[in-house]
């Protein structure tokens, strides 16, 4: 059907661009505030358990799935389920994507402000109000932030027009291995400040006290939204991985790396917090208000704020090219589209929708859904509907409608290789996995508290 179907070139292709769209803005600001403000070594603790027991079962499915339909999201449940209406499945999580996209777009466009911001020296002698106001004016100007993430959309389209194997293969291998340097120059030069100590306890120091029934479902929905879980997106990149390759290694092997640059993020970011004396619950604005701060006042760090902000575009880089392709293969797939129509048009709608998003922290923050403005509409029915919803559509239709041998065909290669734990597996994907997301479902709805 698909004849000259692109596909990742190399294993390692495969893994920078799965770990490319794992490694994102969740890593590098979400992580560390959210392991500190919910009991630290306690919280990474579960956080580690869920990635492994709930995590992996369901990234290897997405990956089984996707291998195995060679289609994108729609196409492969249209093929593997004949004459149902799991397609309908696959066309949620293509709109999921574009949602996402669609606010993600804003804030990468805010970190391709602050590279050049860093560079042009703006941060240099500013006070702690200066840096507040620089941020505010800045993201509620009438067009400023909106030309950064349109650019920031163009940007994205130019690597995905050009291709699996030319484009998404290529810049990610070029970017992954950048990013890893920086993220661990970063944490060296974070952990030896004055009194980084502080900042390393507040994030391994397992205090079980501040455990709660909230930070057990924040740790699960952590680990859904940074592994790309739930949304085509692990199922579309995978439909480009070739069939000799190892699913269950390369799923372990993206998981390892996401935790990893997570738990570097941390060392990097909450030592120079506490060392600078600076709040750390600040939350999202931890990155963007209180980071150049800490820059200004250390040695060198005019070179340390661009290095650590373009490891920030980076990462939403790699996440966002991920997104988009979800919304490309479709309408190449499905709408015959060439693949330059395809991207054109989801680069101008999915920017398009990011404008109300980028606009609603300044002209449009007035226009209001149940009191969330435009950009955080987005952001809560992405992350906390759609994305565990399609989480437990993975679950249900990979764990009981899909024959099980498929399933196995393809994680084991037609037989080839051994996948000792296939019923551990099985029986997670078919119980534990969907009730636990059913859970945060509920809770992120408000119905459980
Ligand atoms: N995993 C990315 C992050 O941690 C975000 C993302 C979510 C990317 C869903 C693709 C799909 O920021």
Not at 90 to 115: D, H, K, M, P, Q
Not at 147 to 155: A, D, G, K, N, P
Not at 195 to 222: H, I, N
């Amino acid at each position: 059907m698909h004849k000259t179907r692109d596909s990742f070139g190399s294993k390692f292709g495969a893994i920078a661009a799965l770990a490319g769209s794992a490694v994102g803005l969740g890593n590098i600001w979400k992580f560390p505030y959210e392991a500190g403000n919910n009991g630290g070594g306690a919280f990474l603790i579960i956080y580690i358990f869920f990635t492994l027991a709930i995590g992996l079962p369901i990234m290897l499915s997405e990956f089984a799935l996707g291998r195995r339909g060679q289609q994108n999201a729609f196409g492969t449940f249209k093929t593997l389920a004949p004459g149902s209406k799991w397609y309908l499945f696959g066309l949620l999580s293509i709109i999921a994507a574009a949602f996402i996209l669609s606010f993600y777009g804003t804030v990468s466009g805010w970190t391709l402000e602050y590279v050049w911001l860093a560079i042009s020296g703006a941060f240099h002698h500013q006070t702690a109000e200066g840096i507040h106001d620089t941020f505010n004016t800045f993201i509620s100007h009438p067009y400023k932030a909106v030309i950064w993430q349109v650019s920031f959309m163009v940007i994205t389209g130019a690597i995905i027009v050009a291709g699996v194997k030319k484009g998404i293969e290529r810049y990610t291998k070029m970017m992954m291995p950048v990013l890893f340097v920086i993220v661990i120059l970063l944490g060296i030069r974070a952990s030896t400040l004055p009194g980084a100590g502080e900042g390393l306890k507040f994030l391994f120091y397992p205090d079980f006290s501040k455990l709660t029934g909230q930070s057990v479902l924040s740790a699960l929905g952590q680990a859904f939204f940074s592994l790309s879980l739930g949304m085509g997106v692990l199922l579309t990149y995978a439909s480009y991985i070739r069939k000799t390759e190892n699913l269950a290694h390369i799923s372990l092997q993206v998981i390892t790396t996401d935790t990893l640059v997570a738990i570097l993020s941390g060392i990097a970011i909450l030592p120079a917090v506490f060392s600078f004396g600076i709040d750390p619950q600040a939350g999202p604005g931890l990155v963007f208000l209180t980071l150049p701060q800490v820059f200004q006042s250390m040695p060198l760090g005019y070179f340390w704020a661009i290095l650590f902000f373009i490891l920030l575009t980076f990462a939403a880089l790699t996440s966002a090219i991920s997104l988009m392709e979800v919304v490309v293969a479709y309408l190449v797939e499905e709408k015959k589209m060439s693949r330059l129509k395809a991207t054109i048009t989801t680069t101008s709608g999915i920017g398009l929708l990011g404008i109300f998003c980028t606009l609603s922290f300044g002209p449009l923050q007035n226009i209001r859904f149940f009191g969330l403005s435009i950009f955080d509409t987005f952001d809560f029915v992405s992350s906390n509907i759609l994305l565990p919803l399609g989480g437990i559509l993975i679950c249900i239709f990979a764990g009981w409608r899909l024959d099980k041998s498929i399933l196995c065909d393809e994680i084991s290669n037609e037989g080839r290789l051994k996948f000792k734990f296939f019923r551990l597996y099985a029986f997670i994907l078919k119980y534990v996995a969907p009730i636990c997301i059913f859970v945060i479902l509920l809770n992120s709805m408000g119905i459980l508290k």
